[in-house]
């Protein structure tokens, strides 16, 4: 009997296994794997392009070894793959050059044709990182640099570059509006960085595929996308998380939610937060502590500044967030495919916190300076064509619709009244891209984009005491408008993964126009009609002298047309100065040249190192200015400075980066990341938003199960003497030196992650950031940054 068993086992066995294909799949993705070549004693088989291959003529015994440019190699035997139902994974080669990139000509393409310095942060590494929002996610790699005004908030710095100098994109639509300002910008944080499923930062101008704002760089978020059913039957799918973060006592939720046929998918996802007060660490200048705060009286009888408990805690700093997505895909067919989203997002009242540490004659200035509740929301439409025509071989149109809300309201300490200023904007966009592909060598992308900004802007003054409410300036001349027409094309060749070659053009043409309101101001003229246009060019040449070396050599120009926020705002840029009008603004040009050299070690290291060179033209920088011959004017019930933005004559700005990462073993590597720049304008006085030498470094373990890394981020200082101007206006927000002055420290900090498979359903994520509770204030913020910050969050996927 024993022996009959074992013989209908061994056929249940053999019937089982005998000519069934293996599937080699993504470990990451899930996605089948085309062209890994299986060898094993002289035999060899390649995956198909549904990652298929058949492994009867390999023997039972002897090792098999899966092989792939991009992937770990990996070595097994059949009764493994048996084991794990035919189904074989592999892992990403986390040093390889052919990575897919999406955001330099918004094609898929591969980082080894691609000219530009990229910078890729997947769903996985954010996931084990765990950042707080979209702005923390950014900071995650080398190269972008974030500043924050408040908790609420996060304003990235590229290259020298900040605000309105580097373009925000989300699933293909630029975020960037009419009134995105010159000073810190803080919109970032509207995305989800729950949803977000993979992001990219281009270096450099971007304006041949961007337009106007693309000057420093790019950075590109692909938020999660329906998926479709492989089957004939549909399927559903669910993921969760929840987070706490002890620094501010963050408590995050976030859920989404797909089903999908074959032929067509829907996605929802819902992200909450609260965030309470930021504790800042223990070990750093007493310069930053918040020793006292102003309390707000329910039934308004004068404010009361009382003593902080705990000066650590900045009080008040800590808001609320609500993110929705939901999305649908239609695919009838491999031609063809349809797109719809809808995005959501809303904030509660963000305390500003750089104006309520701000004190005059002794006493804190500010009864109240708060964002009210920031409001966005995008609806989107896509439709993708793919057919061989003479014309072009795929068709994509985009069109987006946003509406913006956001306002600004202060008031002076144990006074009554207090301002308000809000800002409703809408903007509808559209995007005709072709591409075309002659021979297997030569590819035409070429397109057109359009895009129109409405706003409308309110002042309104308010006694708190008892209601009554009166109009005051708005912010903005109320109904002014700016537009934008644009055509561009684009070329790429490759000669036998030898080189490639990039080249383009972009002719764009903005008009803006408004009438400013006489009741509260005299300005000289009473609107503004303007019309600018600019031609952008590049041309990039990808070599790779020989396997694993990659040589990037590119220029590039870009040019930011003045927007509505430019021309025509007026507003304290800082206590006792105001902005006001200057029609007369052109736009800003960038030329940049930059060449990169990166070398592949096949499975064991990656080193890149680039250096880039970019004079600004016509740059737009804040000047002293006048209204009707007076320097100086009432605003907000103070006599304040005049300022407006106006053309300097040029600016330049340099530096580089230099990255590697090292396997030590399969399980074990280490990755740095290091930048350094350096910027002037034509007077030889700094650069503003030209933040000091900063990068991390990592020491990461990481198999199926188990992840942890052990990190440091570090940034150099700015003595006093190269403080932009600006900057040094604020000494309420930096360190003072032994001379009395402002000046902003270096500062690191130690970090510890962790992350836990447990199962195929759920895994655990936690960490101890700034473990040396260190108290630091990134150059040029107004929040002084976490201090020891432990970690925790619960992952489940169904």
Known sequence: MKYLLTLLFAIVFLSLTWGQDIIVLNAKSGKPVEGVIIFSEGSSEQ????????????????????????????????????????????HEDPVRLDEIVISVSRREESKAEVPNKIVTISAEEASYQTPQTTADLLALKGGVFIQKSQMGGGSPMIRGFAANRVLLVVDGIRMNNAIYRSGNLHNVISLDVGSIEHTEVIFGPGSVIYGSDALGG???????????????SSNWSQQMFTRYSSANREKTIHGNLNFGTNKWAALVSVTYSDFDDLKMGSDGPDEY?????????PNWDGDETVSNPDPQVQRPSGYKQLNLLSKYRYRPSGEFEINLSIHHSSTSDIPRYDRLIVYKGGELKYGDWYYGPQKWTLFTAEAQYKTKTWLYDKLNILSGYQIYTESRNSRKINSPEISRRKENLSVASVNVDFDKIIGK??????????????????GEGENIQDGTMWEIASRYPDGSTYSSMAGYFIYKFNYKQVFTLHTGLRYTQTAIKG?????????????FDCINSALNGNIGLVIHPASGWQLNINGSTGFRAPNIDDIAKVFDSEPGHVIVPNAGLKPEYAKNIEVGVIRSYHNKAKWEINVFYTQLDDIMVRRSFSVNGQDSIMYDGEMSKVEALVNAESAVIYGGSFSVEYLITRSLRTRHSVTILEGEDSDGLPLRHVPPGFGNSHLIFQNKLLYLDLYARYSGGIPYEKLVSDERNKPYIYAINADGNPYSPSWWTLNFKAALKLNRHFSVTGGIENILDKRYRPYSSGIVAPGINLIASLRMGF
């Open 218 to 232: 790019v950075m590109s978020f692909s938020t999660l996308k329906p998926k479709l059913s492989t089957t004939e």
């Open 47 to 90: 995956t198909d392009i549904h990652g298929k291959a058949n492994i009867d003529k390999f023997s039972d015994k002897t090792p098999i070894i899966f092989q792939h440019s991009s992937y770990l190699k990996l070595k097994t035997n059949k009764e493994n793959i048996w084991a794990n139902n035919n189904k074989v994974l592999l």
């Open 441 to 458: 060598n030569s590819f035409f992308y070429y397109g057109a984009e359009g895009y129109f900004n409405r706003v409308n802007s309110k």
């Open 515 to 527: 009438t400013f309101s006489d009741k509260f101001y005299n300005f000289p003229i009473n609107n």
């Open 289 to 297: 502590l918040r020793p006292e705060y102003v309390v707000y009286q």
